[in-house]
């Protein structure tokens, strides 16, 4: 056997690993499913309650040791929104009495903290973790929302003022399911680009800067998206996609992301930085 002939053999073998993984997660995601359960919720008598006047919107916070953070970023900014009929649920990720006494303190009759009992469980691979961290206070947080609406911010981000305003402004337009905007990503060193493009794709869509239907909720984050090397937020959004969920884009910077320098993706984003710089809104 020649050379050539390993490297054929080889490549053939290797895509057909490739075939094997993604029929694997197709059938592990089970797609028709969703796409039913889906056309099952259009033809429910209260689907079009999300879209009548000032619908409650459910604001999902996953916490884990928030500290400052939680308290001067993420709540404050919710708070300080332009929308006024929204609720938000904090759902620690392990037992924490300081951000629950931290919260009860604020005396916001619109805020509840529900506590996990223990943190995870994640995978050990440091890598694996970051792409499903979170997962599991995300979907408790769902779970408890009451809202036509899910609004999604993790515990160091930061909403502009009009955030749910604009993106409850552009579902009633277009009555898509999943409405979008631009996240604002500020690094340490001072400089600044984005994210959040039309159509989304894995590193230009991320769920804090979305709202989606309620009647979405039972399409979990799955805490084993890492095995198909992908971030959990992303994976959510793709197997909606796959599922038909309607999608809309708003190209306005509706959430600041921070990045810390000693973050493992600054190097990612100062990168993106180079390449693409800061958003420019459109005149249009």
Known sequence: ????????????????VRRLRELVARAYEDTPRAATDLLRLRRQADYR???????????????YRGGDLLFDRALASVRAQTYPNWEAIVACDGQDAETAERIAALGDERLRCVQRPRNGPYPADDEA??????THPFNLAVSLARGAWIAPIDQDDEWEANHLQT????????????????????LDDGSETFFGTWPPVLGDFGFQTAIYHG??????????SHLVGEPADWNLARRMLEAGVSFD??????????????????????????????????EE
Not at 129 to 134: D, P
Not at 167 to 186: D, P
Not at 253 to 274: H, I, L, M, N, P
């Open 1 to 16: 056997m020649t050379s050539d002939d390993l490297a054929q053999r080889l490549a053939a073998v290797e895509g057909e």
């Open 49 to 63: 309650r999300a879209y009548s006047d000032e619908p409650l919107i459910s604001v999902r916070i996953g916490a």
């Open 129 to 134: 973790r970051w792409h499903v961290a979170g």
């Open 167 to 186: 993106l409850l402004g552009g579902a009633l337009r277009s009555g898509a399911e999943v409405v979008y905007g631009v996240g604002r990503v500020l």
């Open 215 to 224: 009647g979405l909720a039972t399409m979990l984050y799955d805490a084993n």
């Open 249 to 282: 884009f708003i190209p306005e910077v509706v959430t600041a992301y921070y990045v810390d320098r000693s973050d493992a993706s600054f190097d990612s984003w100062k990168g993106r930085q180079e390449q693409r710089g800061a958003f420019v809104p459109s």
